[in-house]
């Protein structure tokens, strides 16, 4: 037995290795322009536009002047198999089939169309049907006996184990090398080749489900990573890509499988990311929630401290959708403002209470609030006279983080709001990274990233119309908890705009900036007995 198998070894070489050379079997031999005879008809001015678009790669507008032929002449044979060649081309087999195999029972006698129709069969999967017809075409004379011939021997090899595995690995290594030379396209054809030659290839399709990511196609990579949890169940590390991807495509049911197949895994790593995603995605379902913010900083450019602090207690039932109520509580207040008859402000500083309203859609970042309370000022100004003044204010606010290769990131958040505590002024906030995570441990992390930060506003105060970029560090020493150092160079320039208070401080500034941000979200059920569960979904700039 090991000297059979042995000896068929180069035998089925030979053949993957001429399926590999010809892209497809009898590829080489095919010729998918009509025959000389059936190209035009001098009458036939349609169909020589199909032609002329067909000669000048326009393949599109060429099938939509075939498919006007046959509305108007449905038997008209010239642009039946311009269509099937079509067909062929953009590999749309079943409907290859159907038009050939039409064409074919009007004229069983053509080799050539039954040769056609075999490829596109044995292109579809329908392998015997295939057999049938090349056998047809073999057992007769013609110019095509021998490439029929050739074709059954590749149908012969298509039904070895052995033969399939040398040609998928061929077709993975060439898959490879085209996709380091930056071919990509060709790269994507070669994986689904090889999964064609061997389905059972669960890395071929993993690599194909992250190129779709790299394409911004999440569709396409939960398609890919769904059929490598087919084939392997117990691969832990693709069940959790697949429950970010469908985080990602807001399919919390498809999500929340996922994750609970990859918090079995023996890793710890897989298993501690997968509990962490389960307790984000459950955690959105708990009607009962608790939102904590806290962003002290210190900038050197004013030697100023500013304490900031949210917490946000909410209620959202399922009934209510994407509603939920909250009632919001803020503290501000910074080391240097000053009050008296010529205070010096350099940040805000009161403590508020305001019950509001926030709208989310189901899975998304985007939330829109509003809300009405009252603000108690910590320091008296010509702004805030008073011990206590009304606070309203509505913001639409959203976030996006994408991670790149080679651990490279982007995240975008930003706002616009009105603030009836300014002046009822409109307010934009956008702020950009992009960076790379330099060191990860599996328990803490460092990054570099560069920000870029825009803020405009309505009333033309000059310190809410600035651009800033720089250069920053992020340090965080426990990735199980939403808490970050960063540490942050920063050049600005002001918009030039001049409202109720001039600048003072010239057009352009620096600023070293230090900051400690946490972030948590806490959610319950109505059960009194059940402990709150902790989720970090939620992110603070």
Same mark, same amino acid.
């Given at each position: 037995?090991?000297?059979?198998?042995?000896?068929?070894?180069?035998?089925?070489?030979?053949?993957?290795?001429?399926?590999?050379?010809?892209?497809?079997?009898?590829?080489?031999?095919? @010729?998918?322009?009509?025959?000389?005879?059936?190209?035009? @008809?001098?009458?036939?001015?349609?169909?020589?536009?199909?032609? *002329?678009?067909?000669?000048?790669?326009?393949?599109?507008?060429?099938?939509?002047?075939?498919?006007?032929?046959?509305?108007?002449?449905?038997?008209?044979?010239?642009?039946?198999?311009?269509?099937?060649?079509?067909?062929?081309?953009?590999?749309?087999?079943?409907?290859? +089939?159907?038009?050939?195999?039409?064409?074919?029972?009007?004229?069983?006698?053509?080799?050539?169309?039954?040769?056609?129709?075999?490829?596109?069969?044995?292109?579809?999967?329908?392998?015997?049907?295939?057999?049938?017809?090349?056998? !047809?075409?073999?057992?007769?004379?013609?110019?095509?006996?021998?490439?029929?011939?050739?074709?059954?021997?590749?149908?012969?090899?298509?039904?070895?184990?052995?033969?399939?595995? !040398?040609?998928?690995?061929?077709? !993975?290594?060439?898959?490879?090398?085209?996709?380091?030379?930056?071919?990509?396209?060709?790269?994507?054809?070669?994986?689904?080749?090889?999964?064609?030659?061997?389905?059972?290839?669960?890395?071929?399709?993993?690599?194909?489900?992250?190129?779709?990511?790299? *394409?911004?196609?999440?569709?396409?990579?939960?398609?890919?990573?769904?059929?490598?949890?087919?084939?392997?169940?117990?691969?832990?590390?693709?069940?959790?890509?697949?429950?970010?991807?469908?985080?990602?495509?807001?399919?919390?049911?498809?999500?929340?499988?996922?994750?609970?197949?990859?918090?079995?895994?023996?890793?710890?790593?897989?298993?501690?990311?997968?509990?962490?995603?389960?307790? $984000?995605? &459950?955690?959105?379902?708990?009607?009962?929630?608790?939102?904590?913010?806290?962003?002290?900083?210190?900038?050197? &450019?004013?030697?100023?401290?500013?304490?900031?602090?949210?917490?946000?207690?909410?209620?959202?039932?399922?009934?209510?959708?994407?509603?939920?109520?909250?009632?919001?509580?803020?503290?501000?207040?910074? @080391?240097?403002?000053?009050?008296?008859?010529?205070?010096?402000?350099?940040?805000?500083?009161?403590?508020?209470?305001?019950?509001?309203?926030?709208?989310?859609?189901?899975?998304?970042?985007?939330?829109?609030?509003?809300?009405?309370?009252?603000?108690?000022?910590?320091?008296?100004?010509?702004?805030?006279?008073?011990?206590?003044?009304?606070?309203?204010? +509505?913001?639409?606010?959203?976030?996006?983080?994408?991670?790149?290769? +080679?651990?490279?990131?982007?995240?975008?958040?930003?706002?616009?709001?009105?603030?009836?505590?300014?002046?009822?002024? !409109?307010?934009?906030?956008?702020?950009?990274?992009?960076?790379?995570?330099?060191?990860?441990?599996?328990?803490?992390?460092?990054?570099?990233?560069?920000?870029?930060?825009?803020?405009?506003?309505? $009333?033309? *105060?000059?310190? $809410? $119309?600035?651009?800033?970029?720089?250069?920053?560090?992020?340090?965080?020493?426990?990735?199980?908890?939403?808490?970050?150092?960063?540490?942050?160079?920063?050049?600005?320039?002001?918009?030039? +705009?001049?409202?109720?208070?001039?600048?003072?401080?010239?057009?352009?500034?620096?600023?070293?900036?230090?900051?400690?941000?946490?972030?948590?979200?806490?959610?319950?059920?109505?059960?009194?007995?059940?402990?709150?569960?902790?989720?970090?979904?939620?992110?603070?700039?």
């Amino acid at each position: 037995m090991k000297r059979s198998r042995k000896s068929r070894a180069p035998a089925i070489l030979a053949v993957a290795c001429a399926l590999l050379a010809s892209g497809c079997a009898g590829g080489a031999k095919r @010729s998918t322009p009509a025959e000389p005879g059936l190209a035009r @008809s001098p009458s036939a001015s349609p169909m020589s536009r199909a032609y *002329d678009l067909l000669n000048a790669g326009r393949a599109a507008e060429a099938e939509g002047v075939l498919r006007d032929i046959l509305r108007e002449d449905p038997r008209n044979r010239q642009a039946r198999l311009e269509l099937a060649y079509l067909e062929v081309r953009a590999k749309r087999w079943k409907s290859a +089939v159907v038009l050939l195999g039409d064409l074919l029972e009007a004229d069983p006698a053509d080799m050539r169309l039954r040769m056609e129709l075999g490829y596109a069969r044995q292109a579809s999967g329908a392998l015997a049907a295939a057999a049938d017809d090349f056998a !047809i075409v073999a057992r007769g004379p013609s110019e095509f006996q021998d490439q029929a011939r050739e074709a059954l021997a590749v149908l012969a090899w298509q039904q070895s184990p052995e033969a399939r595995a !040398i040609a998928s690995n061929a077709l !993975i290594d060439r898959g490879y090398g085209e996709l380091g030379r930056g071919e990509t396209a060709a790269a994507r054809e070669s994986f689904r080749d090889a999964l064609r030659a061997d389905p059972g290839r669960a890395e071929v399709a993993k690599q194909l489900g992250y190129m779709s990511l790299a *394409d911004g196609d999440p569709a396409g990579a939960a398609k890919e990573f769904s059929k490598v949890r087919r084939l392997f169940p117990q691969d832990h590390r693709t069940a959790l890509e697949l429950g970010y991807v469908y985080d990602s495509l807001h399919d919390e049911a498809g999500a929340e499988r996922s994750f609970e197949a990859a918090a079995a895994s023996p890793d710890s790593e897989i298993r501690e990311a997968a509990e962490a995603a389960l307790r $984000n995605i &459950r955690g959105r379902k708990d009607p009962y929630y608790v939102d904590v913010y806290a962003a002290p900083t210190h900038t050197t &450019r004013f030697s100023d401290t500013i304490l900031s602090l949210e917490v946000v207690a909410g209620y959202k039932p399922p009934r209510w959708g994407p509603l939920s109520a909250y009632l919001a509580s803020r503290l501000t207040q910074d @080391s240097r403002s000053r009050s008296g008859t010529r205070p010096d402000i350099y940040s805000d500083n009161l403590v508020s209470l305001a019950p509001g309203l926030r709208l989310q859609p189901k899975g998304y970042n985007l939330s829109l609030t509003a809300e009405w309370g009252l603000s108690v000022n910590l320091l008296r100004s010509q702004e805030h006279p008073h011990a206590t003044q009304a606070d309203g204010r +509505v913001v639409l606010s959203d976030y996006h983080y994408w991670g790149g290769p +080679v651990r490279t990131f982007v995240d975008l958040g930003g706002s616009l709001g009105h603030y009836d505590r300014y002046h009822g002024n !409109i307010i934009l906030d956008l702020q950009l990274r992009g960076g790379i995570e330099v060191w990860d441990n599996g328990v803490s992390q460092l990054s570099v990233y560069g920000p870029v930060k825009l803020l405009k506003d309505r $009333n033309r *105060d000059f310190y $809410n $119309n600035l651009f800033e970029v720089g250069l920053g560090a992020e340090f965080q020493p426990a990735t199980k908890v939403n808490l970050k150092a960063r540490v942050e160079r920063l050049f600005g320039r002001y918009a030039g +705009v001049s409202g109720r208070d001039p600048n003072p401080y010239g057009p352009r500034y620096a600023d070293w900036r230090a900051t400690l941000l946490y972030s948590a979200h806490f959610s319950w059920e109505r059960q009194p007995s059940r402990k709150p569960r902790k989720a970090r979904n939620a992110y603070l700039w």
